[in-house]
């Protein structure tokens, strides 16, 4: 699986912006897809997560009630709109594939394949 993460920019806080994972395969139905992002400085952190067919999300507590992660499996997409942006959001961003579809995992360590990332900034 290949995946290919766009959208990102630059923003003002209160800004909104949505995020694009488009993967390559048959098999993109069968993942959970999820969000990460890595501030500079910092670790790289779970931002939100969606089962294979979209029955349970889970977002980290910093993004809950602002970001909303869906997909489309006809279109091999995964987004993550985010709204009420903030400075402390701004970091590369990177979606990730597990092929145990049923769960979200908040461990980066889970995921087999991931897209190159996209900057987000956010300015205050």
């Known amino acids: 699986v290949q995946l290919q993460a766009s959208g990102g920019g630059l923003v003002q806080a209160g800004g909104s912006l949505r995020l694009s994972c488009v993967a390559s395969?048959?098999?993109?139905?069968?993942?959970?897809m999820s969000w990460f992002r890595q501030a500079p400085g910092k670790e790289r952190e779970f931002v939100g997560g969606i089962t294979s067919y979209g029955g349970r999300t889970a977002y980290a507590d910093s993004v809950k009630g602002r970001f909303t992660i869906s997909r489309d499996n006809a279109k091999n997409t995964v987004y993550l709109q985010m709204n009420s942006l903030k400075p402390e959001d701004t970091a590369v961003y990177y979606c990730?594939?597990?092929?145990?579809?049923?769960?979200?995992?908040?461990?980066?360590?889970?995921?087999?394949?991931w897209g190159q990332g996209t900057q987000v900034t956010v300015s205050s």
């Open positions: 395969g048959r098999t993109f139905s069968a993942y959970a």
């Open positions: 990730a594939a597990n092929r145990f579809g049923t769960i979200v995992e908040i461990a980066e360590e889970k995921y087999e394949y």
